[in-house]
């Protein structure tokens, strides 16, 4: 099984920074592209920014200039640096990655995998 476990989410004032991380484990054989996803209250889940194996990234242009997505391969931790944070970012954000798994029976099979999510709330 392959398991995605974020962190660091939080209470923030406006104006401040938090830093997501999120760690694949388990039988992980390769990661292809990780993104991070948002939900806001009474919102629908949207695309925050993605990062291919090469590090090209992809912002939504409500995030641009505000958040660096980046990515350790050697940790298989996809990371999100948030800065000036206004009360509109305040979601549960998710982590998300395409996956390769190599299965018990020494098999690869191709895994979309999400996290459980992450909390931030960004006060006025």
């Known amino acids: 099984q392959v398991q995605l476990l974020e962190s660091g989410g939080g209470l923030v004032q406006a104006g401040g920074s938090l830093r997501l991380s999120c760690a694949a484990s388990g039988s992980v054989y390769s990661i292809n592209t990780m993104a991070w996803y948002r939900q806001g209250p009474g919102k629908q889940r949207e695309l925050v920014a993605t990062i291919s194996p090469g590090s090209s990234t992809n912002y939504a242009d409500s995030v641009k200039g505000r958040f660096t997505i980046s990515r350790d391969n050697v940790k298989n931790t996809v990371y999100l640096q948030m800065t000036n944070l206004k009360p509109e970012d305040t979601a549960v954000y998710y982590c998300?990655?395409?996956?390769?798994?190599?299965?018990?029976?020494?098999?690869?099979?191709?895994?979309?995998?999400w996290g459980q999510g992450t909390l931030v709330t960004v006060s006025s």
């Open positions: 998300n990655a395409d996956v390769t798994e190599a299965t018990m029976d020494f098999k690869l099979r191709a895994l979309d995998a």
